[in-house]
């Protein structure tokens, strides 16, 4: 069975919901990110990174979000969350997470955590300053040129999905007004319709949160 670690408003929520999607057995663990679980011994036995997601499998421990996210769907290839016999639209795939895993978290976390990027505090203000610019830059991207309409990639859901979900629900912390993108308001509401969601959401504690109000 599948071990999945995960922490709370991370990342790991793309994971969490690819798992339910495809219909996976697998143990959930929680890490106290506030708490600094990540860093503990026991955990970075595991995950050196000391990071989430993290998936232990039977040949292995895998992390990273987008490795994560096309082993599941080459794992269980009837949920057809990734086009696994088309090496074209599958590098498209790979494409759109990869930019969401090099360059929008990326500009997240500087906003959130620039003391990984300097020391100096006058550095960090600046990057903390610049975030929201870039980072609505970013979704502006997506939204003119790379989202395809009623999904990412179209008409078929894929794990590119439940990855432009998770990031796109930090834009209001992340000081990004959600509705300077239509396209991105119109795909989270369907994804709350989704039981994969739904079910993900719950287990961590934040569907009544992330339903309130925008």
Request: proline share 6%.
């Amino acid at each position: 069975m599948l071990k999945f670690y995960f922490g709370k408003n991370t990342c790991s929520l793309a994971t969490h919901i690819a798992l339910k999607e495809v219909g996976a057995n697998f143990e959930l663990v929680e890490l106290d990110m506030r708490a600094g679980e990540q860093c503990g011994s026991e955990y970075l036995k595991i995950n050196p990174k000391g990071r989430v997601p993290t998936l232990v499998t039977r040949k292995g421990v895998l992390t990273e979000t987008p490795a994560i996210l096309m082993y599941i769907a080459q794992s269980f290839p009837d949920a057809r969350l990734a086009p696994v016999e088309d090496a074209y639209l599958l590098a498209q795939i790979q494409a759109f997470n990869s930019y969401l895993c090099s360059t929008v978290h990326v500009a997240h976390a500087h906003g959130m955590r620039g003391a990984r990027w300097a020391d100096d505090p006058c550095a960090i203000a600046n990057l903390k300053q610049k975030a929201p610019q870039v980072i609505g830059d970013c979704f502006d991207l997506i939204e003119r040129f790379m989202f395809v309409g009623p999904w990412v990639h179209g008409e078929h859901y894929t794990i590119s999905d439940p990855y432009f979900f998770t990031l796109g629900r930090w834009l209001k912390s992340d000081g990004v007004d959600p509705a300077r993108f239509p396209k991105l308001i119109a795909h989270r509401t369907r994804m709350y319709e989704r039981p994969a969601v739904s079910v993900a959401l719950l287990n961590e504690d934040r569907l009544e949160e992330e339903l309130a109000p925008m």
